[in-house]
């Protein structure tokens, strides 16, 4: 399986302000995922990252709250704008394995907005 | 809406004896069943997939899918402390890249 890493891995910020988090891997991959995972819950799917083309946006997420870039295929960022507490949370980045199948997670950044 | 289902839990087992984790799902297109183990603070590891119905053995865990029932199963045998942690049951529908997660079933093996 391919070498994920993320950054920050976690951080505390200001209510209002915005955050990048970026996600690196190993090899190239054709599908990037972001998901958010709330304290308690199951992995809620943000958005899909493909190269050279817009990400596709899930149910309840929306471009100007979480702008997207995939610049190629080994690279991606998340950014959480205009943050409230409501967006703390841990947020991970996964890549499709070699069947296209199975997915395989980053090691998460750990969000707290005061 | 797909939805998948575990039992928040937690289960407790002691050390040595068999772990039953249970997912059932309402999509009867699904044909993907994946199972992640999660550390608190870690994020998921995937530890098993299956796709056909029946068991499917690696190691100390054994995946078991029955698509009529829509129930998927994880037993690990001879649970150690350190198989403590949150399981999560993933399904995928056919043509699909996108698994739909449930919240996932403490487990606690105590010595």
């Known amino acids: 399986s391919a070498v994920i890493s993320q950054k920050p891995s976690r951080d505390i910020c200001q209510r209002g302000t915005s955050l990048t988090i970026q996600c690196q891997v190993d090899?190239?991959?054709?599908?990037m995922f972001w998901y958010r995972q709330q304290p308690g819950q199951s992995l809620t799917l943000i958005a899909t990252?493909?190269?050279?083309?817009?990400?596709?946006?899930e149910s309840g997420f929306v471009i100007d709250k979480f702008p997207i870039s995939r610049p190629n295929l080994t690279f991606s960022t998340l950014t959480v704008s205009n943050m409230s507490p409501e967006d703390s949370s841990i947020y991970l980045c996964?890549?499709?394995?070699?069947?296209?199948?199975?997915?395989?997670f980053g090691p998460g950044t750990r969000l707290t907005v005061l | 809406q797909k939805e998948v289902e575990q039992n928040s839990g937690p289960l407790s087992v002691p050390e040595g004896a068999i772990a039953s984790l249970n997912c059932t799902y309402s999509?009867?297109?699904?044909?993907?069943f994946f199972w992640y183990r999660q550390y608190s603070g870690k994020s998921p590891e995937l530890i098993m997939f299956?796709?056909?119905?029946g068991d499917k053995e690696d190691g100390r865990f054994t995946a078991q899918l029955n698509k009529a029932s829509q129930y998927v199963s994880l037993l690990i045998r001879d649970s150690q402390p350190s198989d403590s942690a949150t399981y999560l049951c993933?399904?995928?529908?056919?043509?699909?890249?996108?698994?739909?997660f449930g919240r996932g079933t403490s487990l606690i093996v105590h010595p």
């Open positions: 990252a493909n190269q050279g083309s817009e990400a596709t946006y």
């Open positions: 993933a399904v995928m529908a056919g043509g699909s890249y996108i698994p739909t």
């Open positions: 999509d009867r297109g699904s044909q993907s």
């Open positions: 996964s890549v499709s394995g070699d069947r296209g199948n199975e997915q395989f």
């Open positions: 299956i796709y056909s119905n």
């Open positions: 090899s190239q991959v054709t599908m």
